[in-house]
């Protein structure tokens, strides 16, 4: 994130707009996965007993708050796409018709993903 924003004064005056909102989605998204990662050791306690290789995981009774992931998908999202936008450097008709049929694509493997993530976050399937 850092060094994205000090190459900025490095790079043309037309690619200083995407590096910086490069640098503003790895930040949200630092922010986001550090707070998951919290929420996860909260939530949930690892153990290795003796050594032996065997790990057992039990609930702590905290909950895991997983709307960061929705929260950072809602914010990077369209900063990689008006990103997208900027280094494309295209005609906006252009533009528009492109991301008119790559939204549907998005939608669909977000839908997706979400569903698998469900699948592994139901009661039944917890460890």
């Known amino acids: 994130m850092i060094f994205v924003w000090l190459q900025m ?3 043309n005056k037309q690619c200083r707009t995407s590096l910086a909102i490069t640098g503003l989605v790895v930040a949200i998204a630092t922010y986001h996965y550090v707070r998951i990662f919290n929420s996860w050791n909260a939530a949930f ?8 290789g065997d790990y057992s995981v039990t609930l702590t009774g905290a909950l895991f708050n997983d709307a960061y992931w ?13 990103e997208l936008i900027l280094v494309m450097a295209s ?3 252009k533009i528009i018709t492109m991301l008119g049929d790559l939204e549907p694509k998005i939608i ?3 839908e997706e ?3 698998v993530y469900a699948e ?7 460890c």
């Open 91 to 93: 005609p906006i008709d």
């Open 120 to 126: 592994f976050t139901e009661p039944e399937g917890r």
């Open 9 to 11: 004064l490095n790079v």
């Open 45 to 52: 306690d690892v153990s290795n007993d003796g050594g032996q």
């Open 70 to 82: 929705y929260v950072d998908r809602l914010l990077t999202v369209p900063l990689l796409l008006t």
């Open 108 to 110: 669909e493997a977000d």
């Open 113 to 115: 993903a979400h569903k």
